[in-house]
Structures are given as C-alpha cells and as structure tokens.
C-alpha cells in the first residue's frame, strides 16, 4: 500500500489534466478554423446566385418596363 500512495498523490497527474484540456482547447479552434474554412465558398457560391438573380431580375424588370413604355 505504501508503495502505490504517492503515484495517487503525484503532481504530474495533475498536470496531464491540464495538458489534456488545453488539447482539447486547441482541438475545438482547429475545428472552428475548418469550419470556417468550408463554409466560405458555400456562403460565396449563395452571394453569387443571389447576384445573378438580381441582375437577371433587374434586366427582366427594365425589359418589362421598355416594352410597356414602348406600346404606349
């Protein structure tokens, strides 16, 4: 018994919690990074559609416009 009482005691134990928190820490910002990272061009690919729609819609509504100022 007296030989396993300082391992239970040791500070080195302590000090692996927090080696393996601060793993953990890093773990949670790589992921966040990677996230970020391939959300980017989804969110640039949505603003591209949502431009090309409003550019399409813009040109539809100047037509649309033309045509009715025309007959008139």
Do not use: D, E, H
Request: glycine letters at 12%; hydrophobic letters at 60%.
């Amino acid at each position: 018994m007296s030989l396993i009482q300082p391992c239970l005691t040791c500070n080195s134990l302590k000090g692996s919690r927090s080696v393996l928190g601060m793993g953990r820490i890093l773990l949670a910002i790589l992921a966040i990074i990677a996230v970020f990272i391939l959300i980017g061009p989804l969110v640039g690919f949505a603003f591209t559609l949502l431009k090309w729609g409003l550019i399409i819609g813009a040109v539809a509504f100047g037509i649309m416009l033309v045509s009715k100022w025309v007959r008139t």
